[in-house]
């Protein structure tokens, strides 16, 4: 399997000539200019991304949940205990979760990848074990994690994407679960972007006024430490095990050349270090959805990306994702099967109109 390296090599930028091409169809399909709004700047990236126009529909699609444990939930950064995450992960392989249930509605595979739970799980239908390690340290006291555990990560999430698109996906979706890991994605978003700790920290699964300002208080820590440092570094020291194992898994999606569909704010911190690794990958990413944790605007508005959905929603696990491929998928099929002025016989406005 393809690592990191190896994915990160065969990154290529979009086709600027098949967006070209995609731009003058929408122009000639039998609507007014600009009426169809963002499903039609969305099927021109696709076609970007595709390399032809009009592009593929993405199908069949796979939501990939990274899951590991963080270390800085020793700071009561996060109401929920540790052992959620374990738990979860076998709520997800009953399908009883969320994304299992979003995921069934719009025709998705879902994977599971435990990449960093501190417990040991039990063997599970669609779970695979690929453990870097059982949890991260404290981001707030030492580095999260070394740079050989955040690059065995990356290559984790790398060999999946290659895999599940060489299975016959045509679209990837992210997916994560962490107790706490809305602080390392607050962390390294402030870091990226260059943004305060204060702007992009949010209260993650409910939070008081008082915790906050001590998650606050961490993210600023953490993120003093790690200025001007390149960020692998950055990663390493702030981030979590899922974060890295999604950056991996978007840069090999770029590679494999399919559309990466992406999640709330711990898949958008995943995207930031992904582009800060590999920036042609960048074209090859869609905003779901927009999380209602402040990152997220934070780290979509710093790629470039408006997100196809916003419904105040900020669970994770992929559920946003979901929600939005039916989206995605329509753009491809606007540009595809809608009839042009000429082909339906339609008059088109004037120029001069």
């Not at 086709?15 to 963002?38: C, E, F, M, S, W």
């Not at 499903?39 to 592009?55: D, F, H, K, N, Y």
Request: proline share 7%.
């Amino acid at each position: 399997m393809p690592d990191f390296a190896d994915a990160a090599a065969r990154v290529v930028a979009v086709d600027d000539v098949a967006a070209a091409a995609a731009t003058a169809r929408q122009g000639r399909l039998t609507k007014p200019p600009g009426a169809l709004g963002r499903l039609e700047s969305t099927g021109i990236r696709l076609a970007a991304v595709a390399r032809r126009c009009p592009p593929p529909v993405p199908e069949p699609a796979t939501v990939a949940v990274f899951a590991g444990d963080h270390g800085v939930l020793a700071e009561g950064v996060s109401p929920w205990p540790q052992e959620v995450t374990a738990q979860m992960v076998a709520n997800f392989a009953a399908g009883g979760a969320a994304v299992n249930v979003l995921a069934g509605h719009v025709g998705a595979r879902v994977v599971v990848v435990d990449v960093g739970v501190a417990a040991d799980l039990a063997p599970a239908p669609g779970v695979v074990v690929h453990k870097v390690r059982r949890g991260t340290a404290n981001l707030a006291q030492e580095p999260a994690m070394s740079v050989a555990e955040a690059s065995q990560a990356l290559d984790v999430g790398a060999a999946l994407a290659s895999e599940l698109v060489e299975e016959g996906s045509r679209c990837l979706l992210t997916g994560d679960m962490g107790i706490g890991n809305t602080t390392p994605s607050a962390a390294l978003i402030a870091a990226l972007t260059g943004r305060s700790p204060e702007a992009v920290t949010g209260r993650g699964t409910g939070i008081d006024e008082l915790t906050w300002a001590d998650k606050v208080a961490v993210v600023a820590k953490a993120v003093a430490r790690v200025a001007g440092r390149p960020p692998l570094e950055v990663l390493a020291e702030v981030g979590g095990l899922e974060i890295a194992a999604l950056a991996g898994y978007v840069v090999g999606g770029a590679a494999a050349g399919v559309p990466v569909l992406l999640d709330g704010v711990i898949a958008n911190a995943a995207a930031l270090v992904a582009a800060a690794l590999v920036p042609d990958c960048a074209g090859y990413l869609f905003a779901g959805h927009r999380s209602t944790e402040p990152g997220s605007a934070a780290a979509l508005e710093h790629l470039g990306l408006e997100p196809l959905l916003d419904l105040d929603m900020r669970l994770g696990e992929g559920s946003g994702a979901c929600l939005a491929l039916p989206v995605l998928q329509a753009s491809a099929k606007v540009l595809a099967e809608m009839a042009t002025f000429e082909s339906a016989g339609v008059s088109e406005r004037p120029d001069d109109a």
